[in-house]
């Protein structure tokens, strides 16, 4: 593992590069597309004090923004137009792009890199902030 994640030790983040994981397992995530997903990231920083919990954005594409919450806390939520939850509800297999946390990992960065082992976006929060911004 790099120096950086072996302080953090957190298992599900790739030394190098990027690599798809399994919603669900450790974590779900809510993908908002876009400028919409930029702005929600904005507010959550702006609601949490800046610190909202691990996001990760994508700079081509749809550009998405990957809002990392606890496995197991996106099924059964109604949520926005313009929202896709990434989990392992019945019937469905979800991956999540995850960067390392130093090196080239183009097109993912981490807007939000974790802090600490099982330290995720809230799941109510990040609800409440997209009904607020995208109705």
Not at 92 to 116: C, D, E, I, K
Request: avoid cysteine.
């Amino acid at each position: 593992m790099n120096a950086p994640n072996r302080g953090l030790n957190i298992e599900w983040i790739p030394e190098s590069g990027f690599q798809l994981r399994k919603a669900g397992v450790q974590f779900d995530a809510v993908r908002v597309d876009g400028d919409d997903g930029r702005r929600l990231a904005d507010l959550m920083e702006a609601i949490t004090g800046g610190e909202p919990g691990p996001v990760v954005t994508e700079a081509s594409g749809r550009r998405g923004v990957y809002f990392l919450v606890p496995a197991g806390t996106t099924s059964g939520r109604a949520w926005p137009e313009g929202v896709t939850r990434l989990n392992a509800a019945a019937g469905s297999v979800s991956y999540v792009p995850v960067p390392a946390l130093v090196g080239r990992t183009w097109p993912l960065a981490w807007r939000y890199p974790p802090t600490y082992p099982g330290r995720f976006v809230h799941t109510l929060i990040l609800l409440n902030a997209a009904f607020l911004l995208l109705g």
